[in-house]
Nanobody, 126 residues
Framework: QVQLVESGGGLVQTGGSLRLSCAAS???????LGWFRQAPGKEREFVAA????????YYADSVKGRFTISRDNAKNTMYLQMNSLKPEDTAVYYCANSRTGYSGSSYYKRDYYDYWGQGTQVTVSS
């Protein structure tokens, strides 16, 4: 069983930065770890993913060049460094892990992931 806990959210002005953390307890599955976000009235969408074993990274076009995903295997923790934040980045951010293993390009699909954190709110003011 994997438990994921996000932290680091908050209120920031446009152009500001935040770093989110996702701490895992239990043994993480050798697969992708992902960040998703959900704004009010919208579906949960893919933000970024990293392969736990190899460190390969993937990003949604909307955050490419502004966000950086990373992981610290020794600490069982994943991070999302968010720079140049925009009001449209406002959402609850969730981290997720899958027990399926590496499955092609499934990292951006919500139903690929089995374990989710409770989310952390990010609010960007204009």
């Amino acid at each position: 069983q994997v438990q994921l806990v996000e932290s680091g959210g908050g209120l920031v002005q446009t152009g500001g930065s935040l770093r989110l953390s996702c701490a895992a307890s239990g043994r993480l599955f050798s697969s992708y770890l992902g960040w998703f976000r959900q704004a009010p009235g919208k579906e949960r969408e893919f933000v970024a993913a990293v392969s736990w074993n190899y460190g390969l990274t993937y990003y949604a076009d909307s955050v490419k060049g502004r966000f950086t995903i990373s992981r610290d295997n020794a600490k069982n923790t994943m991070y999302l460094q968010m720079n140049s934040l925009k009001p449209e980045d406002t959402a609850v951010y969730y981290c997720a892990n899958s027990r399926t293993g590496y499955s092609g390009s499934s990292y951006y699909k919500r139903d690929y992931y089995d374990y989710w954190g409770q989310g952390t709110q990010v609010t960007v003011s204009s």
